[in-house]
């Protein structure tokens, strides 16, 4: 069994060291901490005082893991959460993920948090078992793709979203319909996607691979991948598009326009998100509400039950709205 002198031994520091770390207090160095953080981790250190001690001991923080800063429908998310957590009087630690950096979150976590939330990240196994194993909460706003039985998340009814934006399309007249989703299949983007194929195919529509569109998720990669494709060939295999995040649909409307095509004219564009940006495009655009704000209200109130109660969350669904604008009418074909 590895003993606390064995972690002060492998970190170079003394014992009296690495119980400070351990008992969270602050009258150490960040840098020696982070040290001895990385040896308990190295060298599986886990005694049940140490478990209990981050149990028990509140740091009044809460860690935010995001995807993007600069996505004005996650910063959306974020008002809600510091808004909240202000009234439970706790601090937002905000961490942007990169997943070739995964394993860096537990040191910068460990220990400065009392709970994490995610926004939609699909995080390795090891990472959240580490978490789970200091009795650290994971809750995710954004419901991840890759399922854990530890990892509780909100989110909106994207089934039954997608089926009004398609059904709302079909009534139009549009039967061939695209898609633009972000590369990475462990985004949470692709539990859009997913849920729009199921809803095309609930409506009695088919939809054809060579009208998916990948991207990387943000405005400019969705112009340059909508750019190319009309470059490679005007004439497109659908009438309208249905795009992941707003941004990317916000992209799509630049580059139809720099490149000679109508919008609603040519193509129908919808969003997924109602960022406020979408009701000042032109034209403005058909998108999904999600409530950004309430969701983010939940989300704290539900890991701060985790937290102080010991509840144990379930997955939640939240309502939304389809909101129909001037980006998507007839085709003209």
């Given at each position: 069994?590895?003993?606390?002198?064995?972690?002060?031994?492998?970190?170079?520091?003394?014992?009296?060291?690495?119980?400070?770390?351990?008992?969270?207090?602050?009258?150490?160095?960040?840098?020696?901490?982070?040290?001895?953080?990385?040896?308990?981790?190295?060298?599986?250190?886990?005694?049940?005082?140490?478990?209990?001690?981050?149990?028990?001991?509140?740091?009044?923080?809460?860690?935010?893991?995001?995807?993007?800063?600069?996505?004005?429908?996650?910063?959306?998310?974020?008002?809600?959460?510091?808004?909240?957590?202000?009234?439970?009087?706790?601090?937002?630690?905000?961490?942007?993920?990169?997943?070739?950096?995964?394993?860096?979150?537990?040191?910068?976590?460990?220990?400065r948090t009392d709970g994490i939330?995610?926004?939609?990240?699909?995080?390795?196994?090891?990472?959240?078992?580490?978490?789970?194993?200091?009795?650290?909460?994971?809750?995710?706003?954004?419901?991840?793709?890759?399922?854990?039985?530890?990892?509780?998340?909100?989110?909106?009814?994207?089934?039954?979203?997608?089926?009004?934006?398609?059904?709302?399309?079909?009534?139009?007249?549009?039967?061939?319909?695209?898609?633009?989703?972000?590369?990475?299949?462990?985004?949470?983007?692709?539990?859009r996607f997913l849920h729009f194929?199921?809803?095309?195919?609930?409506?009695?529509?088919?939809?054809?691979?060579?009208?998916?569109?990948?991207?990387?998720?943000?405005?400019?990669?969705?112009?340059?991948?909508?750019?190319?494709?009309?470059?490679?060939?005007?004439?497109?295999?659908?009438?309208?598009?249905?795009?992941?995040?707003?941004?990317?649909?916000?992209?799509?409307?630049?580059?139809?326009?720099?490149?000679?095509?109508?919008?609603?004219?040519?193509?129908?564009?919808?969003?997924?998100?109602?960022?406020?940006?979408?009701?000042?495009?032109?034209?403005?655009?058909?998108?999904?509400?999600?409530?950004?704000?309430?969701?983010?209200?939940?989300?704290?109130?539900?890991?701060?039950?985790?937290?102080?109660?010991?509840?144990?969350?379930?997955?939640?669904?939240?309502?939304?709205?389809?909101?129909?604008?001037?980006?998507?009418?007839?085709?003209?074909?």
């Open positions: 069994m590895v003993t606390r002198d064995d972690v002060a031994r492998h970190a170079g520091v003394s014992v009296a060291v690495v119980s400070y770390v351990v008992n969270n207090k602050n009258n150490v160095k960040e840098e020696t901490r982070q040290k001895v953080l990385r040896a308990i981790e190295e060298l599986g250190y886990n005694p049940n005082m140490a478990a209990r001690s981050l149990k028990t001991r509140k740091t009044n923080q809460i860690g935010v893991l995001f995807n993007n800063l600069g996505n004005s429908f996650e910063t959306g998310i974020s008002l809600g959460l510091e808004q909240r957590a202000r009234q439970y009087d706790q601090s937002l630690i905000f961490q942007t993920y990169i997943r070739s950096e995964e394993h860096k979150l537990k040191s910068i976590f460990s220990g939330i995610l926004m939609g990240q699909s995080l390795k196994p090891e990472t959240i078992e580490h978490f789970a194993k200091f009795g650290v909460p994971l809750y995710s706003v954004l419901k991840p793709v890759q399922d854990h039985a530890y990892v509780r998340s909100i989110d909106i009814d994207w089934y039954d979203a997608m089926l009004k934006l398609v059904e709302h399309l079909k009534s139009l007249g549009h039967h061939k319909i695209g898609f633009m989703a972000n590369a990475m299949h462990d985004h949470y983007h692709h539990v194929r199921q809803a095309m195919e609930a409506s009695g529509l088919e939809f054809e691979e060579h009208s998916l569109l990948q991207a990387g998720g943000y405005l400019e990669s969705a112009y340059d991948r909508m750019s190319n494709r009309i470059k490679a060939n005007p004439k497109l295999p659908f009438t309208a598009i249905v795009c992941a995040g707003d941004l990317m649909a916000i992209g799509v409307l630049s580059a139809c326009k720099d490149c000679g095509l109508s919008v609603p004219g040519d193509l129908s564009v919808a969003g997924c998100e109602n960022i406020l940006m979408t009701s000042h495009t032109t034209p403005t655009l058909t998108t999904i509400h999600y409530p950004r704000k309430e969701i983010g209200y939940m989300a704290v109130d539900t890991i701060m039950g985790q937290i102080h109660n010991g509840d144990e969350p379930t997955d939640s669904t939240f309502g939304f709205e389809l909101m129909i604008r001037q980006s998507t009418v007839k085709p003209t074909g």
